[in-house]
Nanobody, 124 residues
Framework: QVQLVESGGGLAQAGGSLRLSCAAS????????VAWFRQAPGKEREFVSV????????AYADSVKGQFTMSKDTAKQMVYLQMNNLKPEDTAVYYC?????????????????WGQGTRVTVSS
């Protein structure tokens, strides 16, 4: 089992920045990928970004490319999402997710483990 705990959400003004953190614990040596998803009110959960747990590869949704940066500190078992130039449409609950498998990494169904989410609200 893997446990994921997100933190760092809150209220930001448009154009501002927030840094989300995801602390992983448990059997993390089995992990292949860790991702961020988000779910805005009334919308489906959507992929934001993903990072290789044992490598350096990253991928982003087109909607956040150049705006968000995902990173990790494997020794600390931490994953981060630096969000810059925030927009009201970035308002959502952000979830950290992890999988031991590979596949279509943008699909939420691939991920075995999920955090409880952290809320981000961006005001205009």
């Amino acid at each position: 089992q893997v446990q994921l705990v997100e933190s760092g959400g809150g209220l930001a003004q448009a154009g501002g920045s927030l840094r989300l953190s995801c602390a992983a614990s448990g059997r993390t040596f089995n992990l292949g990928f860790v991702a961020w998803f988000r779910q805005a009110p009334g919308k489906e959960r959507e992929f934001v970004s993903v990072i290789e747990w044992r490598g350096t590869g990253t991928a982003y949704a087109d909607s956040v490319k150049g705006q968000f940066t995902m990173s990790k500190d494997t020794a600390k078992q931490m994953v981060y999402l630096q969000m810059n130039n925030l927009k009201p449409e970035d308002t959502a609950v952000y979830y950290c997710a992890a999988t031991t498998a590979g596949g279509t990494l943008r699909l939420a169904g691939l991920y075995d483990y999920w955090g409880q989410g952290t809320r981000v609200t961006v005001s205009s």
